[in-house]
């Protein structure tokens, strides 16, 4: 079967790379992928599919349906794309300004139709049912509760995702056994003082020193009260305070992302940086309003899960193109999500080039090498296949 998959595949990889293109110069914006799922749906219908339009608002379900018994594997893979202006000089560039696949979604796009359309021709049936789920808006971590929302996971027993990573060479697998992303919240702070001329600091509550002492205070208790095994970053990236040079502010406003990896501290993270906040601004006399809003988990990959996904990747590409991931990444994804309601597995796709710059993911000069498509096709429609011919892994 594995030959007959990589046979397949080859033979649709110019179809494939067609695709690819086609969805690179055509970025949209989370929320916003109208021609991209109507383009999707389109693939996928000429794959003979039963196609769900509007699942998520603007995501897209395909469904390959070879037994009668309503058990599915899901294939996720997300279609949106970042406000960034495309640096790469490519013959197939974006066309929409401002607008890029930075994050290589577009690549995600187009393994998740080349698998449809590769077990969709096997020729033989497959053990189980496969549903590809295209989501939207992943980039802003809303896309796969919209779709959770709209029923994409009914009767779904196990789902797989992917995500390029430029750091691995094309043509390789990464897998990571637990952890492999961190869950990622949302701070929004705002430091309330009073104002005052900028030569009598004693008569007035300086809130743009206050703030600085607020973000000094968390950095340095990060390292000091937190587990050093337990890695938390938190980084404000945003801040806006002050009318004039000469008159002290009253309020600064701040906003900022806080990552972790274990659960635990996860759950103590809002209470903890509220009390530092309240105690900064107690002492000089500040008020402050805080918004934390915890955001999306850790996708912790499922043990049986990641053993077929790493069993099948040795299988087609040898030991020397599988990587087997020693640290999981402060970057987050709401595939987690999914994890939280059925087990689940997302692994890393190469897609550096090994003649060229790498550039990092949400980079304007950001280009993964397309060859690596073949790649992760064959190793999703062997994964799907594996996975019914083993009996759900005990699922």
Not at 2 to 11: C, M, Q, V
Not at 302 to 327: H, Y
Request: proline content about 6%; charged content about 20%.
């Amino acid at each position: 079967m594995l030959t007959k998959i990589k046979d397949l595949t080859a033979t649709l990889a110019p179809r494939m790379i067609e695709i690819r293109r086609h969805i690179h110069s055509h970025p949209e914006l989370s929320g916003q992928e109208y021609q991209t799922a109507a383009y999707v749906a389109g693939v996928l219908s000429s794959c003979g599919l039963h196609v769900r339009e509007s699942i998520g608002k603007t995501g897209v379900l395909g469904e390959l349906k070879v037994n009668s018994n309503n058990q599915w594997l899901a294939i996720r893979t997300d279609m949106d794309a970042l406000p960034i202006k495309e640096c790469t000089n490519l013959d197939f560039a974006s066309r929409n300004a401002g607008i890029m696949h930075a994050c290589g979604h577009d690549v995600h796009t187009t393994v998740g139709l080349g698998a449809a359309m590769v077990l969709s021709e096997l020729g033989e049936p497959l053990p189980g049912n496969v549903r590809f789920l295209f989501q939207p808006a992943e980039e802003i971590a809303q896309g796969a509760n919209w779709m959770i929302e709209d029923g994409a996971l009914e009767d779904v027993q196990g789902i797989l995702g992917v995500h390029v990573y430029p750091t691995i060479p094309a043509g390789s697998v990464g897998i990571r056994h637990g952890v492999l992303t961190a869950a990622a919240d949302d701070l929004e702070l705002t430091i309330i003082g009073e104002s005052g001329h900028g030569a009598r600091p004693h008569e007035a509550i300086d809130a743009i020193w206050i703030a600085s002492q607020v973000i000094t205070n968390l950095q340095q208790a990060i390292s000091r009260t937190h587990n050093p095994l337990r890695p938390v970053v938190l980084t404000i990236g945003k801040i806006s305070g002050g009318r004039a040079p000469n008159v002290i502010s009253d309020q600064v406003k701040m906003w900022g992302t806080v990552r972790s990896l274990h659960p635990d501290t996860h759950k103590v993270l809002p209470a903890w940086i509220e009390n530092i906040v309240a105690n900064i601004c107690g002492s000089y006399g500040a008020k402050y309003e805080l918004n934390y809003r915890q955001g999306v988990p850790s996708v912790q990959n499922d043990p049986a899960l990641t053993q077929l996904v790493e069993s099948v990747s040795l299988e087609a590409w040898g030991s020397d193109r599988v990587c087997i991931l020693p640290e999981p990444s402060l970057g987050a994804e709401d595939f987690s999500m999914y994890l939280k309601k059925v087990p689940g597995m997302m692994f890393r796709l190469g897609v550096g080039h090994k003649d060229k710059p790498n550039y990092p993911l949400h980079h304007p000069q950001f280009e993964a090498d397309e060859s690596a498509i073949v790649t992760c096709v064959v190793t999703l429609a062997y994964a799907a296949y594996k996975y019914w011919h083993n009996c759900h892994l005990g699922h």
